[in-house]
Protein backbone atom coordinates (compact mmCIF):
# COMPACT_ATOMS: atom_id res chain seq x y z
CA UNK A 1 0.00 0.00 0.00
CA UNK A 2 1.05 3.34 -0.75
CA UNK A 3 -0.37 6.85 -0.84
CA UNK A 4 -0.77 9.18 -3.89
CA UNK A 5 -0.16 12.30 -1.71
CA UNK A 6 1.81 11.52 1.26
CA UNK A 7 2.48 14.74 2.13
CA UNK A 8 -0.69 15.08 3.03
CA UNK A 9 -0.24 12.79 5.98
CA UNK A 10 1.59 15.32 7.67
CA UNK A 11 -1.79 17.32 8.51
CA UNK A 12 -1.98 14.52 10.76
CA UNK A 13 0.20 16.40 12.94
CA UNK A 14 -3.13 18.98 13.53
CA UNK A 15 -4.70 16.30 15.41
CA UNK A 16 -2.69 16.65 19.05
CA UNK A 17 -2.84 19.79 18.70
CA UNK A 18 -6.43 20.82 17.89
CA UNK A 19 -6.44 18.05 21.16
CA UNK A 20 -4.35 20.48 23.34
CA UNK A 21 -6.06 23.16 22.34
CA UNK A 22 -9.56 21.79 23.60
CA UNK A 23 -8.29 20.97 26.78
CA UNK A 24 -6.85 24.05 27.59
CA UNK A 25 -9.80 25.82 26.32
CA UNK A 26 -11.84 22.97 28.80
CA UNK A 27 -9.24 24.18 31.96
CA UNK A 28 -9.77 27.97 31.24
CA UNK A 29 -13.40 27.54 31.62
CA UNK A 30 -13.65 25.67 34.80
CA UNK A 31 -11.20 28.59 36.43
CA UNK A 32 -13.64 31.31 35.43
CA UNK A 33 -16.63 29.22 36.38
CA UNK A 34 -15.41 29.51 39.97
CA UNK A 35 -16.00 33.32 40.27
CA UNK A 36 -19.71 32.36 40.32
CA UNK A 37 -20.91 34.04 43.32
CA UNK A 38 -23.33 32.04 44.71
CA UNK A 39 -21.78 28.64 44.76
CA UNK A 40 -24.51 26.37 46.84
CA UNK A 41 -27.16 27.29 44.01
CA UNK A 42 -24.62 26.53 41.40
CA UNK A 43 -23.88 23.49 43.28
CA UNK A 44 -28.12 22.44 43.76
CA UNK A 45 -27.98 22.98 40.05
CA UNK A 46 -25.28 21.31 38.30
CA UNK A 47 -25.03 17.51 38.70
CA UNK A 48 -21.91 16.13 37.61
CA UNK A 49 -19.95 16.33 34.43
CA UNK A 50 -21.71 13.51 31.77
CA UNK A 51 -19.60 11.70 29.81
CA UNK A 52 -21.58 13.10 26.68
CA UNK A 53 -20.13 16.50 26.11
CA UNK A 54 -17.01 14.72 25.12
CA UNK A 55 -18.75 13.27 22.12
CA UNK A 56 -19.01 16.29 19.57
CA UNK A 57 -15.03 16.86 19.87
CA UNK A 58 -14.37 13.08 19.80
CA UNK A 59 -16.52 13.05 16.62
CA UNK A 60 -15.30 16.12 14.95
CA UNK A 61 -11.61 14.66 15.56
CA UNK A 62 -12.27 11.20 13.76
CA UNK A 63 -14.15 13.35 11.37
CA UNK A 64 -10.90 15.01 10.66
CA UNK A 65 -9.11 12.19 10.59
CA UNK A 66 -11.09 10.32 7.99
CA UNK A 67 -10.50 13.47 5.67
CA UNK A 68 -6.84 13.80 5.97
CA UNK A 69 -6.77 9.99 5.34
CA UNK A 70 -9.19 10.16 2.26
CA UNK A 71 -7.38 12.90 0.98
CA UNK A 72 -4.13 11.01 1.19
CA UNK A 73 -5.05 9.20 -1.98
CA UNK A 74 -4.02 5.26 -0.58
CA UNK A 75 -3.11 3.02 -3.57
CA UNK A 76 -3.36 -0.87 -3.09
CA UNK A 77 -2.14 -2.82 -5.52
CA UNK A 78 -3.39 -6.84 -5.09
CA UNK A 79 -2.21 -9.02 -7.88
CA UNK A 80 -3.67 -12.44 -7.49
CA UNK A 81 -2.66 -16.12 -9.70
CA UNK A 82 -3.21 -16.06 -12.96
CA UNK A 83 -6.82 -17.87 -13.12
CA UNK A 84 -8.19 -14.95 -10.78
CA UNK A 85 -7.68 -11.04 -12.16
CA UNK A 86 -5.37 -8.25 -11.45
CA UNK A 87 -7.18 -6.10 -9.18
CA UNK A 88 -5.92 -2.48 -8.29
CA UNK A 89 -7.82 -0.25 -5.70
CA UNK A 90 -7.69 3.35 -6.63
CA UNK A 91 -9.83 6.28 -6.63
CA UNK A 92 -8.55 7.06 -9.65
Sequence with gaps: MSFGHPLML??????????????????????YAMTFTNVEVLASVVRGRSLRRYVPPVLALLD???????????????????????????PS
Excluded at 11 to 18: D, G, K, Q
Design 10 to 31: LTLLVLPIAVAVYLWLERRRAK
Design 64 to 90: TLHDVLSVSNQIADHVCRHDQSHATLS
